[in-house]
Each structure stands twice: as structure tokens, then as C-alpha cells.
């Protein structure tokens, strides 16, 4: 089966550094997705990886190995306005994409 | 980032009647484009997948007959809700996505629609 894992729930406090992790077993891999979605609104798009390592985009990163099966998204300098889920999206052979439950992240001044 | 567009943001409708909710990319094409509907504090569950021109396919137990799908454009797709009760509803968001150069892709969420079916 394809199975997407992240913790449920982070807590970290402003302005120090946090890195959500995700594990995934899907059929087949063309890339993996990060997305930040707050209550009540649409997911907003941050990142995608296809190649093993690591992308800066200001003050979040992601992070992927393929053969591990593994990537992370790190936050720097962590805001208040930080404080939402956390969504991991693999795009499958048929690429569709699977999705983690999501890791609710909270931050705490 | 791309822009996704969704309209209209909230509805309110009576039971029996239909619903039609807009989805455009602004500034690209996209290769395809997602329905997903969304239940308070669960992910997001994809409904159907859609190619322009191209019939939509649906995912297994969303009935196609009730939940239309038109794909006119490579910037607009439209899902119809028909004869809507008020089990359906739920948040419903759409997402377009476009691949770049080197099999790289990217894909955005419209803001969402919040129907309520009283």
C-alpha cells in the first residue's frame, strides 16, 4: 500500500528553528511536496524535490533522499503567523498525489 | 508563485438545487487540473482529475453523474454540484498544475469554496 508518514503535532517557540519530517512508501516517485495550510483556507504551495537534497527558499528548506525514502522541511526564525499544518505529497508512478495526514505545527511565543 | 483562482469563495444553497464553482490559473496553463473536497480537520480527499478537453476522471465512490466536471480551457475548469443535500457539504478546493523544464512540476490550490447545503 502507499503510505505517507509525518507527526501529528510540533510545538516550537518563536524565532528558533524547526524541522517537520516525512516518510513515505508509494508506487512509484516523481516528487514530493510541501504545502502550509492554516484553518480554514486552501494549502499554499512551498516546495517541491525530484533530486536527492536540499532546497533553500528564504526561511524554509526541504530536504529529500530517495533511496531512503525520507525528506524534511525546516523553518528558520520561526513567526507566530508559522502556526499551521504542514502538508507531505508524494506524486506517484501515475502521478497522483498521496498525501500525509498533515503535521500541525505551534508556536509558541 | 502562480496564481489559482476560485469562485465563488462561500454559497449557500437550498437542498435539490445545483451549485457550479469556478476554477482558473491566472497567469499559466495548466497541464491539469484537481478537485478535492475537505472535511473540518482531515486532508484533503481528490475527487476527480481533469485534462482540458478530455473527460474527467473520477476518483472511486465520487459519482460523476453528481458532481460535474467541465475542463473548457487550460486556465478554467468548472465542477457542478447537481441536486446538492446537505451531506455535501464541505470545503471543495481546486488545483492546477503545471510541469516546468526538467520534469520539475509545481502545483497550486485555488483558495477553496465553502458550501453549505441547508
Known amino acids: 500500500g502507499q503510505n505517507i508518514d509525518q507527526p501529528t503535532e510540533m510545538t516550537a517557540t518563536e524565532g528558533a528553528i524547526v524541522q517537520i519530517n516525512c516518510t513515505y512508501q508509494t508506487s512509484g516517485f516523481n516528487g514530493l511536496f510541501w504545502y502550509q495550510q492554516h484553518a480554514g483556507e486552501a494549502p499554499t504551495f512551498l516546495s517541491y524535490?525530484?533530486l536527492d537534497g536540499l532546497e533553500e527558499k528564504g526561511r524554509f528548506s526541504s530536504f529529500l533522499s530517495r533511496s531512503k525514502g525520507y525528506s524534511y522541511l525546516l523553518l528558520k526564525e520561526l513567526q507566530m503567523k508559522d502556526s499551521a499544518s504542514y502538508l507531505c505529497?508524494?506524486?506517484?508512478?501515475?502521478?497522483?498525489?498521496?498525501w500525509g495526514a498533515g503535521t500541525k505545527l505551534i508556536i509558541k511565543p | 508563485g502562480a496564481v489559482v483562482s476560485q469562485h465563488p469563495s462561500r454559497v449557500i444553497c437550498k437542498s435539490g438545487t445545483s451549485v457550479k464553482i469556478e476554477c482558473r490559473s491566472l497567469d499559466f496553463q495548466a497541464t491539469t487540473m484537481f478537485w478535492y473536497r475537505q472535511f473540518p480537520k482531515q486532508s484533503l480527499m481528490l475527487m476527480a482529475t481533469?485534462?482540458?478537453?478530455?473527460?474527467?476522471?473520477?476518483e472511486q465512490g465520487v459519482e460523476k453523474d453528481k458532481f460535474l466536471i467541465n475542463h473548457a480551457s487550460l486556465t478554467l475548469s468548472t465542477l457542478t454540484v447537481t441536486s446538492a443535500h446537505p451531506e455535501d457539504s464541505s470545503f471543495y478546493i481546486c488545483s492546477a498544475r503545471v510541469q516546468l523544464a526538467g520534469e520539475s512540476y509545481e502545483q497550486y490550490f485555488g483558495p477553496g469554496t465553502r458550501l453549505t447545503v441547508t
Open positions: 505529497a508524494v506524486l506517484d508512478s501515475n502521478y497522483q498525489l498521496i
Open positions: 524535490n525530484v
Open positions: 481533469s485534462n482540458e478537453g478530455s473527460k474527467a476522471t473520477y
